[in-house]
């Protein structure tokens, strides 16, 4: 069994930086691509960044300049990495990932729990 989990998020100042980081964990063969959601109250659930198995990195405009994706391939982590961040950004972020659990089985979609980041002075 498979399972993300995500750590990182708080309470944050405007302008302020946060670092989210998503563990996997369990039966994984490998890690196809992995990425960042977030969904704020009353919105629906948004792509913020995505790392794909051949490193193409893809960022939501709302985002770009100011947040990282990267990705730990040792311990089977990914970061996000956020700066300069708005109240616009406060959300609960996600982490999710397709994940191979072993070499014959095809690819799965998991997702985290979530963790609140709020942005507010």
């Known amino acids: 069994q498979v399972q993300l989990m995500e750590s990182g998020g708080g309470l944050v100042q405007p302008g302020g930086s946060l670092r989210l980081t998503c563990a996997a964990t369990?039966?994984?063969?490998?890690?196809?691509?992995m990425g960042w959601f977030r969904q704020a109250p009353g919105k629906q659930r948004e792509p913020v960044a995505t790392?794909?198995?051949?490193?193409?990195?893809k960022y939501a405009d709302s985002v770009k300049g100011r947040f990282t994706i990267s990705r730990d391939y040792a311990e089977n982590t990914w970061i996000l990495q956020m700066h300069d961040l708005k109240p616009e950004d406060t959300a609960v972020y996600y982490c999710?990932?397709?994940?191979?659990?072993?070499?014959?089985?095809?690819?799965?979609?998991?997702w985290g729990r979530g963790t609140q980041v709020t942005v507010s002075s």
């Open positions: 369990g039966r994984i063969f490998s890690i196809n691509s």
């Open positions: 999710n990932a397709d994940i191979f659990p072993s070499r014959i089985s095809n690819s799965q979609t998991y």
């Open positions: 790392l794909a198995s051949d490193f193409t990195q």
